[in-house]
């Protein structure tokens, strides 16, 4: 394997985004837009990972956490130029080649990074660049070519002719090149320009002076679109949700509208799994097998095991679900709650940081928050766990195979012993044995003649 390292570009501050976060930390399917080219980047195995920050360094750099990443900070931001001679130290006795890619372009592909690195060490040039065709070039650096077809210059649009900005090639900010010249060019760059700026294009002619210059055009334009303002962010949106929705229906998921789901770039999902319409699965969330999901569910940081139906409507936060449970209509899981194998979670119910065992029920109008629950229960309507004093949060606890009756209150906290009844309107303040029946009931009374005496009259 051809040796590379790699240097990204993410100091910048992204001002047509009109956000005070930094641009490379704009989310992308669940994940900022740094993070998708450091997942394109990491199966080329580089050397030595090096990515600059600027603009909110200290924000960038923890939510892009990792070992592998040698941070170097653009202290001032003069330019692309300028930032990679912040980064010549960090890059200091590395041999063979450097990519240097922009931290805003998150549909870049392993793929395509691979075959530039190819091109550049078959065509033998110092430096490549990586280029595309668009119909609407604005933004980006015209790739101005001589009557021979050869790369004579790289213009930015700024400082482009009218001429200039008709060309449809452009400069796509990656660039492949020799490490051993790098020094040697960035020290001869000049900000004489209409921004003051030093500019990574201009290393272009001193390449031409220097052995020549290869330009792999790629066809793929969409993958190398960069991100400079939220429309542009929103179409690379929807382009990665056609490429991420395709991608799963080939390795055997169904998706019975496409185009109203939306997908995480990290999740995961079985094969046979089939997703009803307008279903967005968020970050962290992993589906087995066999699964079907309904219309308009929202699940996030979730495990859902195998052979699992999740009924309309339902909203799924850092839950665990075992195999073969069904959920909803209209059931929320918050986080920290575990359903062990075959759990029904019914309608407009709701589990909060709460263990239930396997074949319990909890199938209507109840709230189970702060509290384990044995295996084989059954929870009946308008059960609640009364978890919070309004200081503190209490757990209760209900052995295997308790009945709970209708409209329960468990006071928390507060246990349940194996095989326990739990009347219908029960209020549990205390402990219950195993195997006994617990009843707290105002005695019923009769008024006669009630309902005769409130007739209005004729």
Known sequence: MNRCSVLVLAAGQGTRMRSRLPKVLHPLAGQPLLWHIL????????????????????????????????????????????????????????????????GDHPLISTEILQQLLDYHHRQGHPLTLLTTRMENPAGYGRVVRDAQGQVACIVEEKDASEAQRAIDEVNTGFYCLSLDRLPHWIGRLDNRNAQNEYYLTDIVPMALAEGGVAAWCCEER???????????????????????????????????????????????????????????????????????????????????????????????????????????????????????????????????????????????????????????????????????????????????????????????????????????GTTVTKDVPADALAISRAHQTHVMGWSEKRKPRS
């Not at 080329?44 to 924000?59: D, H, K, M, N, S």
């Not at 909803?328 to 407009?348: E, Q, T």
């Open 222 to 424: 969409i993958a190398l679109s960069g991100v400079n303002d939220r429309r542009q962010l929103a179409t690379l949106e929807r382009a990665f949700r056609d490429r991420t929705v395709a991608a799963w229906m080939e390795r055997g998921v169904t998706f019975v509208d496409p185009e109203s789901c939306w997908v995480a770039a990290d999740a995961e999902i079985g094969m046979d799994t089939i997703i009803e319409p307008h279903v967005s699965l968020g970050p962290g969330t992993v589906i087995g097998e066999g699964c079907a999901i309904g219309p308009f569910c929202h699940i996030q940081e979730s495990v859902i095991g195998l052979e699992c139906r999740i009924l309309s409507y339902s909203h799924l936060d850092g839950a665990e679900v075992d195999a073969e449970c069904t959920i909803g209509p209209y059931a929320r899981l918050r986080p920290g709650s575990r359903l062990a194998r075959k759990v029904r979670v019914g309608n407009f119910c709701e589990v909060k940081k709460s263990t239930i065992g396997a074949g319990t029920k909890v199938n209507h109008l109840s709230y189970i928050g702060d509290a384990q629950v044995g295996s084989g229960v059954n929870v009946g309507a308008g059960t609640i766990t009364c978890n919070y004093d309004g200081v503190h949060k209490h757990r209760t606890v209900i052995g295997d195979h308790v009945f709970v009756g209708s409209d329960v209150q468990f006071v928390a906290p507060v246990q349940v012993g194996v095989g326990a009844t739990i009347g219908a």
């Open 39 to 102: 997942r394109a980047v990491r199966p080329l195995q580089p050397e030595r990972l090096v990515v600059i920050t600027g603009f909110q360094a200290e924000a960038v750099e923890q939510t892009i956490a990792a070992p592998d990443i040698h941070w170097v900070r653009q202290c001032e931001r003069k330019g692309t130029g300028h930032a990679v001679q912040c980064a010549l130290p960090a890059l200091k006795e590395l041999r063979g080649a450097l990519l240097i890619l922009n």
